[in-house]
């Protein structure tokens, strides 16, 4: 299986330039770059935070931009997203029975779990007893391996601004996934818009760069104060099946600095 994953769109309802650079523009760009570099992608994934205030016209940009891709896009939300009118323009992608955007694709030989973690009112994560039960339900299901998705990370990442609006209480999550960790092989999630991979409890995990702007690696600031930056955009590549998981990260604007470093020669390495 092998899939794109771009994250923090933050579309606008006007189309236009947030912080200094325009998120539509900078999202038909990355559409474009995979679409050309890799034709072979099975599915895209989009960890939320969509748009940057939840506008109405924001979506409609967004469903126009996402209209290029003829494979599957799997959206989730961020806290910057709406609910309520992401159902309005996105009516095809999947909700739980309580009306959160949470479902489950197969990725492959993988179950691909997407949650949701957007509550209204506040740019901290939440993930609550009701939603948690839907995951617990999913997981009790198979012993498939899985992938999850989300917005809001549940570990802590070390930049103290966003380790302060990540998942505020993990308690339900990590009850629900408790005794499947072992099957969870990673961990795809947005909202910190910076290139980080690890492991917690075992378990992989990485995001990367958004699509418009980035978050400064400011390991020693306040909790209080987010410091932005404009650095080179984003998408990851990702290839998974039961051996490997292997995820590539491309630069896509950055992609015209190319030069031959060197070529074979009758099986040898030659300089060129």
């Known amino acids: 299986m092998k899939f794109i994953h771009l994250t923090d769109t933050h579309l606008v309802a006007d189309g236009g330039e ?20 890799q034709p072979d992608a099975e599915a ?56 959160f955007i949470q479902y489950s694709v197969d990725f492959g030989s993988h179950l691909a779990l997407f949650l949701d973690t957007n509550e209204p009112g506040v740019h901290w994560g939440v993930y609550c007893e009701t939603r948690a039960a839907w995951l617990r339900a999913r997981l009790a299901e198979t012993d498939r ?14 930049i103290p601004s966003m380790d302060f609006l990540s998942l505020r209480d993990p308690a339900p999550l990590l009850a629900a996934i408790a005794g499947h960790e072992a099957r969870i092989r990673h961990v795809f999630f947005g909202h910190i818009h910076r290139p980080i991979c690890g492991q917690y409890r075992g378990m992989g995990y990485s995001t990367l760069r958004g699509t418009n702007h980035q978050v400064a690696l400011d390991l020693h600031g306040s909790a209080q104060c987010i410091i932005g930056s404009h650095e080179q955009p984003q998408y990851a590549v990702v290839q998974v099946d ?24 009758d099986g040898a390495a030659g300089l060129k």
């Open 145 to 158: 391996p899985v992938l999850l998705f989300m917005h809001h990370p549940f570990f802590p990442i070390g």
């Open 242 to 265: 039961a051996e490997q998981l292997l995820i590539h990260v491309e630069d896509y604007l950055d992609c015209d600095r190319q030069f031959l470093l060197h070529e074979m020669r």
């Open 44 to 99: 895209v994934v989009v960890t939320g935070d969509l748009t940057h205030h939840g506008h109405a016209q924001a979506y409609a940009h967004l469903r126009e931009c996402l209209s290029a891709l003829t494979l599957p896009v799997y959206p989730i939300l961020g806290n910057h997203d709406s609910r309520v009118v992401f159902k309005e323009y996105f009516p095809g992608v999947a909700q739980d029975e309580h009306g």
């Open 18 to 37: 947030l912080y200094g650079t325009n998120p539509k523009q900078r999202l038909r760009q990355a559409i474009a770059h995979l679409l050309a570099r």
